[in-house]
DNA sequence: CTCCTTCATGAAACCGGTCTCACTATATAT
DNA sequence: ATATATAGTGAGACCGGTTTCATGAAGGAG
């Protein structure tokens, strides 16, 4: 790789104008200029981006936190996130911090480090007082988490407004008796908090009131959703439909139906939540709330980008529409 | 971030013994080294990775080349190879080819840059001559690819043994007419060529013909497999087993049976390729040649990481095994 | 015509490390 | 006792850039 020194000797030109050039600095005369780069093209010299880092004088790695990349939610993020960096020749470091708070500490040391610039969390284990130290280091952008610190942007939907939609829709639809998935019926913030939040309001609406009994906590796989099944079949009192949380139970659940015998949607209705691309292989295809990943991504990748920039970010909260996919499971 | 400097004043101990005592080098007296590390611990100084790497003393990261993350195929594979370069401390820089050249070629120039150690390609654009010359700047894996480049690496799965399996489980079930799709059935090299072999074998070892008209160029979507279904049931002569070369043509097969009515295994048996999660949601549940992704990231990132350290590899070519895993599809 | 900006330029410091080299002190060989 | 290796140490060059600063030339104001 040819170094600056070798377009300084080739042109004849100070290291410094050199610079000058590469920087699109003023004050150079055109002469020069011409001269410096038409040495950097016979070289096919490119700047050795590790040494400018020295100096602090680049932006372009941005460090991505995800829960896990098999996780189909994440690896849409993913490729929303990375598309947006490549067309602006930003790189992307990820790491899966499964939830580990060591792991993601070592991971926001990069930022310290300054082996990246900025991160983007679509996932974050620790609280708020242990994140912000890191904001000294360089910009965070938030996607898809509900931590707030001030001044940090973030990305997501309303959890509310999805859950009030899904719930409403299972009510439109005529189903009375709503079974409901949730990480925590008492949560005092977060997702959680909002969801509830947004199925109480729904359900109030109509007068109706929640049955605890068919209130399930911590469901997320396609392997809970088999559990979840068994148990409703199991039930003397059962719901008639079901608002899931997640796209992986409401399939898991379909495959149990086969075997228990359980029709969907005639015994039960059955609502995802994502839209994930396994809503039209299971068997009824899932209804289901779609989220917007691809612009949440693609909005994150913009607000690191702009900061990097350092351009002042005229709006740090942004909640993003979600959208009801009728399909043939509700 | 404390620096080099900040540990010399700190501990009276000249820059040189400092980086000696960093970087574990011998000839440094018990007394000082104590000393340094102590002073190292009050100011909790942490090597600047990117000085480091300014002198070429650094390898902590590594390019990862996929086609797209929202591929379950790749993005199982980054899962396997994050975790074990987690595991050793290395960091992964992702990149999504979609198979272009031109973004492959400025992926790599970050090899040449030195912002990247190495590379571990998961799909190759460009061909082996333009793909050669980056070796010069570091250590290149190939895994899941079919290019050969003498002393470069590579971790596959023998595609004749998997395509000679797939067929000869549908032969020994009992099926005679085999379809079979494939990326070109005159391929000269490359995975094609290796499982047109397979395919080969297997029908001749029954002594049974391949009948072209059965036989599906490029199909690699779930919309491609509702095509082929659509295509089979307009047959006259239609095949009663189908060797799809990928679990999403698969899987979209099974969803056009649902709608032209066609029983699957019944009326055609569907063999996936993959083993994707997707297998267990359609219905019927997939067969499929399950390929050991977990394996493949997994010694991928053991080479490369082994190529860090200036290891010789004792080996350069690893065919890993295949199973065929049964469900209700075949 | 002098004084003050602004432009153009290169020398040298700097970023935070590593590494070569020269030098001293001690141990071993002859 | 002298020659020779080896351990321990720090000064300073170096990696490849950016940035400060000093200097000279040109242009405009008074």
Redesign the pocket.
Known sequence: ????????KRS?????????V??N?????????EKVLAAMKELS????????R?????NTTVGLVVHRVVNPYFSYLMDAIERKAAEHNIRVIFFQSKEDKQKEFEFLDLLKQKQVDGMILTTVANSVEDIRPYLEYGPIVFCNEYLRIDDVPIVRISEEDAAFTGVTHLLEEGYRNIAYCTGGLFADEGKDRDRNTGFRKAMEAKQLSINPEWVFIDQHSIEDGRTVMKKITEMDNKPDAIFTGSDEVAAGMTIAAREYGVKIPEDLAVLGFDDQPLCLLTSPQLSTIHQPIEEMGSLAAELIIKLFKGEKLEQLEYELPIKLVKREST
Do not use: C, F
């Open positions: 790789m040819a170094t600056i020194s070798d377009v300084v004849g030109i100070s290291k410094a104008t050199v610079s000058r590469i920087n600095h003023p004050h150079v005369s055109k002469e020069k200029r010299y490119t700047p050795n981006p590790t040494a400018r020295m100096r602090g004088q680049l």
